[in-house]
């Protein structure tokens, strides 16, 4: 069965420092996705990142950069220069590609940019 | 990606009636829509996966009398809530799946208080 593990709770970090939301997955698919999330107060679930299970390959995208790594089931997420507008709840998450296609959520990160 | 609108934002209604919550996939025809239920500061629980055109598929533990499932066209599916009681107030989000990038685009959410 799928399962994802964010074991950071909370997370209070100063502006415009680095910070990394750690996730870390289970699956018995050789074919799956990963994705971040990013939900602000509002609640609107802000699509992040999508990366396939056979694309290793790290992303950057601006202050934002993710790291996949296979071995350790692992796909964390850095925010560079941390800004107040930051702060929100980061969820991780999988899909397994070829089931039921259901994405199967992390218990998420509080994020707090103190400024 | 798809354009999704969940309707409505908000609503309160009162113990023992019934909620209708929609969700239409506005540029793009959705085969398989999700519902998701996120209790305050937790993490997006799968209720269901609706399939056009056929039952709806229940999670473990979700009451399917309770939590009617409609997937009657390739842009609209409603979850309606019967006989609501206060531990049914929740954030209710639902999701549209596109198979060919394997993308998941979410609507704005429901926030549904019953008193």
């Known amino acids: 069965a799928q399962k994802v593990t964010q074991a950071q709770t909370e997370i209070s970090v100063v502006e415009k420092e680095d910070v990394t939301l750690d996730c870390v997955y289970e699956?018995?698919?050789?074919?799956?996705?990963l994705f971040w999330y990013k939900q602000p107060p509002s609640g609107e679930l802000v699509f992040l990142i999508r990366?396939?299970?056979?694309?290793?390959q790290n992303e950057i995208s601006g202050r934002y950069s993710w790291n996949f790594q296979k071995s350790t089931s692992s796909f964390n997420f850095t925010i560079t220069a941390s800004q107040v507008v930051d702060s929100a709840v980061y969820f991780c998450?999988?899909?397994?590609?070829?089931?039921?296609?259901?994405?199967?959520f992390g218990k998420g990160t509080r994020l707090h940019i103190l400024p | 990606g798809a354009v999704v609108s969940q309707h409505p934002s908000r609503v309160i209604c009162k113990s023992g009636t019934s909620v209708k919550i929609e969700c239409r996939s506005l540029?793009?025809?959705?085969?398989?829509m999700f519902w998701y239920r996120q209790f305050p500061k937790q993490s997006l629980m799968l209720m269901a996966t609706?399939?056009?055109?056929?039952?709806?598929?229940?999670e473990q533990g979700v009451e399917k009398d309770k939590f009617l499932i409609n997937h009657a066209s390739l842009t609209l599916s409603t979850l309606t809530v019967t006989s609501a009681h206060p531990e049914d107030s929740s954030f209710y989000i639902c999701?549209?799946?596109?198979?060919?990038?394997?993308?998941?685009?979410f609507g704005s959410g429901t926030r549904l208080t019953v008193v």
């Open positions: 540029d793009f025809q959705a085969t398989t």
């Open positions: 990366r396939n299970s056979f694309d290793e």
């Open positions: 699956t018995r698919d050789t074919t799956y996705y």
């Open positions: 998450a999988l899909s397994e590609a070829g089931r039921d296609d259901k994405i199967i």
């Open positions: 999701s549209v799946q596109d198979r060919t990038n394997y993308g998941y685009t």
């Open positions: 609706s399939n056009e055109g056929s039952k709806a598929t229940y």
